[in-house]
């Protein structure tokens, strides 16, 4: 089973559509969860953090299921320019050595 | 404040030739990481190091594959002897000293493909 497990898609979705990204995890000890995203043949970047109480960043909202191992991603309205793949990372501890990315789930958003 | 860099961005090798990628951390980050990342897969961590120190190296192929980060200049990946399963994009990425949910910053990549 791998560590980081995502919904590979692809997702297709209509512009102002929403879209949410699912994603478990299989270590408990598992310390800080993120979404990166990563355009084609581009580096991964920071989209945002995901905290167990829920947070928004505009259109974005993550949430955290510490008890599930379960981590989401909810896009709304979504626009052209989020189409890109979305990686779910789970971190054990302070360093980055100890980032765990899952495969990524590829959305394309449709005029 | 330039970020990561990474070159070359593109690196075309024969069977058998060696392969040296270099990564230039952001300034004031002493810490660099290399991921790779083959078709259709998630980034998988490969080596971590500081300034002259190999840190972790446990997602390093045991035989030729090294990797450095000298005092001066940029962090080297160097594989030896590629075959065809080393294509795939190698990424770095630099943070700062190690504190609570340092984020990474990674670097354009470079890809390797071996023919």
């Known amino acids: 089973r791998k560590e980081v497990e995502q919904d590979p898609g692809p997702f297709n979705v209509p512009e102002g559509a929403t879209v949410a990204f699912n994603c478990t995890y299989s270590n408990s000890a598992s310390q800080s969860f993120f979404w990166y995203r990563q355009d084609c043949r581009k580096e991964p970047k920071l989209l945002m953090s995901v905290y167990s109480s829920g947070n928004e960043d505009g259109r974005f909202t993550a949430q955290l299921n510490r008890a599930s191992q379960y981590i989401s991603l909810l896009i709304r309205d979504s626009k052209l320019s989020d189409s890109a793949t979305y990686l779910c990372v789970v971190k054990k501890g302070g360093s980055a050595r100890q980032l765990t990315f899952g495969s990524g789930t590829q959305l394309t958003v449709l005029p | 404040n330039a970020g990561v860099m990474q070159n070359p961005r593109h690196l075309v090798r024969r069977r058998g030739q060696e392969a040296r990628l270099r990564c230039s951390p952001m300034?004031?980050?002493?810490?660099v990481y290399w991921y790779r990342q083959l078709p259709e897969e998630g980034l998988k961590f490969m080596v971590y190091?500081?300034?002259?120190?190999?840190?972790?190296e446990s997602g390093m192929p045991k035989e030729r594959f090294s990797a450095e980060f000298p005092k001066e200049g940029p962090s080297i990946l160097r594989i030896q002897q590629v075959v065809r399963g080393d294509s795939a994009a190698y990424f770095c990425?630099?943070?700062?000293?190690?504190?609570?949910?340092?984020?990474?910053?990674f670097g354009q990549g470079t890809r390797l493909t071996v023919v």
């Open positions: 990425a630099s943070s700062p000293p190690v504190r609570a949910n340092t984020e990474a910053f």
């Open positions: 300034k004031g980050h002493s810490h």
């Open positions: 190091l500081q300034k002259e120190n190999i840190i972790d």
